[in-house]
């Protein structure tokens, strides 16, 4: 038996379970070429030694703090990287705990508080995340290129006594408020972190459903106001729907310690509300209540549920939080919920579901032609359907695109969606230059907004900046880590434009796999630009096979980049592979 005094690194894979059960054999693959390509060499690197693996993780010792957290922040860098083109369900993702303190040695195996703090502070740690007991904390202050944002006291399972534990920024930043709300995880003493998911339709008519998307997406607008509350953004917090996921799981994968759900039914002009927010930690109830009301009450409603979880999650308001914490896209109940079924329409993309959408969004807008967020949205899907020439007349369509832009922006100059559309209209004309700056704007109004990122990044690209657009994609795919199969369609074409080929492929093939037939036209040009004639026809094969519709033409029409000899010569490169 020997003591001495070491560092100890305990990591676990998040979501291991769930991944078994769907693909056992190719989780246990991953997991086993993550341990021999990245996690066994980083530790040699950094000298370190596993005395421990479970099925899904493993308990390592050094000699040095500093090795210890080099050795955790590398691994997690490189885990993260390869996450890039994966879709998230399907990632692999370590959560990690260090602390440094006495351990007993035996037969190779190693025992003591120092690796019982370790283990336990590892599941407090986000996902791809790292926390430190304090005493570690201590000893890497000014050694290593890390910030600590501090985690408070934290009651530790079997641990006598509680541990100050803080969260490792490898950027070095400590403040909370740049981390994504996506990925910070919420302590009592630092900024409250809610998911807000969509709320269950239990009408008998399905087209209700829109409702309750309607009643969450107006409480993420308006909690998102806040200063002192972090909500994750609609795009990840939605992919929990109809997934009947329990809050410990949500807070898991998106990170938020609290959770709101409800459902909703509606019958005549009433509706019935049931809300309920849960702590995700322990899936404890918070709060509850039920509302039945008028379908007219449905705002007055929403103020007072923002207002109840403030008040639960003790938000301190300001006094311009307070006036500007309902979301008013309307004060017309009809106009609102044609408006909320425009905007399910809108999201799911396809040119009947962006008619359908326009449809609603003009019904909204006759019967409130005040509103700036409907006409920013009509304005988008107007913009949209005109740069995709989906409309009998583009000229006009995106001439009204400009006109409802315009308007909205003479009502509400800080509107994002307005500014955005305004970025698809110049991208459609090839005023490249504009369409990015319109996009900045829009992002700079609404940081969090993942669509917009990736948006602005299609428009970077276009203007021939593809390494400001790789940034910006890969800034949306960390705010949105569920995004949609676009994301890395985006940022494969910013990868082809700065001649990252590798990158190109591998990404655009992953989104090939979430999106069967897209992605392939840049893998065909990539293949192309790389002088693999053989691999491009190949792939242009595959691609008629997947989208029989396709022709060069067609997809030329999309094209707004700014150099003419670039779509020249793309042109010639897909139709020597043989596609018309």
């Known amino acids: 038996m020997e003591r001495r005094l070491a560092a100890i690194l305990a990591a676990d894979m998040v979501g291991f379970s769930r991944q078994m059960q769907t693909d056992d054999v190719g989780t246990l693959a991953k997991l086993r070429e993550i341990r021999s390509s990245v996690v066994e060499p980083e530790m040699a690197a950094h000298r370190g ?204 994968e998106l990170g938020p310690r609290y959770i709101l759900t409800g459902s909703l039914r509606k019958s005549g002009d009433r509706i019935r509300l ?47 939080e307070q006036a500007m914490l309902r979301y008013t896209t309307t004060n017309n109940v009809e106009a609102w919920t044609r408006f909320i079924q425009g905007l399910s329409f809108f999201r799911t993309v396809s040119a009947e579901t962006y008619r359908r959408a326009r449809r609603c969004f003009e019904d909204a807008l006759a019967l409130d032609p005040d509103s700036a967020q409907i006409r920013a949205m009509l304005a988008c899907t107007l913009a949209i359907e005109g740069r995709f020439h989906r409309t009998v007349n583009r000229d006009e369509t995106l001439a009204r695109a400009k006109e409802q832009a315009d308007a909205a922006l003479a009502i509400a100059p800080d509107n ?83 001649g990252r080929y590798d990158d190109a492929i591998t990404v655009l093939s992953e989104y090939n796999r979430q999106s069967p037939g897209f992605g392939l036209v840049d893998i065909v040009l990539t293949y192309a630009d790389m002088g693999e004639t053989e691999k491009a026809r190949e792939t242009a094969k595959a691609l008629i096979a997947a989208r029989p519709e396709f022709t060069v033409e067609k997809w030329a029409l999309t094209q707004n980049c700014a150099d003419p000899e670039r779509l020249a010569r793309d042109r010639r490169s897909l139709t020597a592979t043989g596609l018309l």
């Open 49 to 252: 030694r596993i005395f421990k693996t479970t099925g899904d993780g493993f308990l390592a010792e050094f000699q040095s703090a500093v090795d210890a957290i080099l050795c955790a922040v590398a691994i997690q860098d490189a885990v993260n990287r390869r996450n890039v083109p994966v879709a998230y369900a399907e990632r692999l993702l370590f959560r990690m705990g260090l602390n440094i303190g006495d351990i007993i040695v035996e037969d190779g195996d190693v025992f003591g508080d120092g690796v019982n703090v370790a283990a336990r502070l590892e599941p407090l740690a986000p996902a791809g995340g790292i926390v430190v007991s304090e005493t570690m904390r201590d000893q890497l202050l000014n050694k290593a290129p890390v910030g600590f944002d501090p985690m408070g006291p934290q009651k530790l399972k079997n641990i006598a006594g509680t541990v100050e534990a803080f969260r490792v920024l490898p950027d070095g930043t400590a403040s909370p408020a740049a981390r994504s709300p996506a990925t910070a995880h919420d302590n009592d003493d630092a900024v409250p972190t809610l998911a807000i998911l969509p709320f269950e339709n239990m009408s008998a008519d399905a087209e209700q459903e829109h409702l309750g998307d309607g009643i969450a997406e107006d409480l993420i607008s308006s909690l998102s106001q806040i200063g002192h509350l972090s909500v994750v953004p609609r795009a990840s917090a939605f992919t929990f729907k109809n997934r009947g996921a329990r809050s410990e799981e949500i807070g898991c």
């Open 274 to 320: 049931s809300v309920e927010l849960t702590d995700a930690r322990d899936d404890s109830l918070v709060w509850s209540a039920r509302f039945d009301r008028r379908l007219d009450d449905i705002f007055a409603v929403q103020d007072e549920i923002t207002l109840t979880i403030a008040t639960a999650l003790q938000v301190q308001l300001t006094e311009g």
């Open 416 to 498: 994002p969606d307005a500014w955005a559309a305004l970025g698809y209209w110049h991208m459609s004309h090839r005023r490249l230059d504009e369409s990015a700056e319109a996009y900045a704007r829009a992002a700079s109004l609404a940081p969090d907004h993942a669509d917009l990122r990736a948006l602005s990044a299609l428009a970077l690209t276009f203007a021939e900046r593809p390494e400001e657009a790789i940034r910006e994609t890969l800034t949306a795919m960390r705010l949105n880590p569920f995004g949609p199969g676009w994301y890395r369609g985006i940022l494969g074409h910013a990868y082809r434009y700065a």
